[in-house]
């Protein structure tokens, strides 16, 4: 899951329906934490890569480094050969994880754009 008070869980029932969203400036170029240090612990495995996939419109610079202690930071800005970012619109990014002992999983998360 994410991890930082930026952070809104939306879940409907059922609850294991999450939808990560936070606000995102459309000029930011940011890190973003994200947490698998429990996924690794539940699955008693621990971290081999990580690819990021986003939104068209987005572009993470870092999609296959950042990894520290199971807590994945990716670099998220506007693709510059996207179309403009849309206030009020949300754009998705998606971590995939591969573990040691091969199993793997996806955090799909959302960026809802600010105005200034």
Same mark, same amino acid.
């Given at each position: 899951? %994410?991890?930082?008070? @930026?952070? =809104?869980?939306?879940?409907?029932? %059922?609850?294991?329906?999450?939808? #990560?969203?936070?606000?995102? !400036? *459309?000029?930011? =170029?940011? !890190? +973003?934490?994200?947490?698998?240090? #429990?996924?690794?612990?539940?699955?008693?495995?621990?971290?081999?890569?990580?690819?990021?996939?986003?939104?068209?419109?987005?572009?993470?610079? $870092?999609?296959?480094? &950042?990894?520290?202690?199971?807590? +994945?930071?990716?670099?998220? *800005? *506007? $693709? %510059?050969?996207? @179309?403009?970012?849309?206030? $009020?619109?949300?754009?998705?990014?998606?971590?995939?994880?591969? @573990?040691?002992?091969?199993?793997?999983? !996806?955090?799909?998360?959302?960026?809802? =754009? &600010? @105005? *200034?």
């Amino acid at each position: 899951m %994410p991890t930082g008070a @930026a952070w =809104i869980i939306e879940g409907e029932p %059922p609850e294991e329906l999450v939808r #990560a969203t936070a606000w995102f !400036d *459309k000029d930011a =170029i940011v !890190d +973003i934490p994200l947490s698998w240090v #429990a996924w690794l612990a539940d699955k008693e495995t621990t971290y081999s890569s990580h690819s990021v996939t986003t939104h068209p419109d987005l572009e993470c610079t $870092n999609p296959t480094t &950042g990894e520290s202690g199971g807590v +994945i930071k990716v670099r998220i *800005k *506007k $693709n %510059p050969a996207g @179309a403009d970012l849309v206030v $009020n619109r949300t754009y998705w990014f998606t971590c995939h994880i591969v @573990a040691s002992d091969g199993q793997e999983d !996806d955090q799909t998360l959302y960026l809802k =754009i &600010g @105005a *200034k």
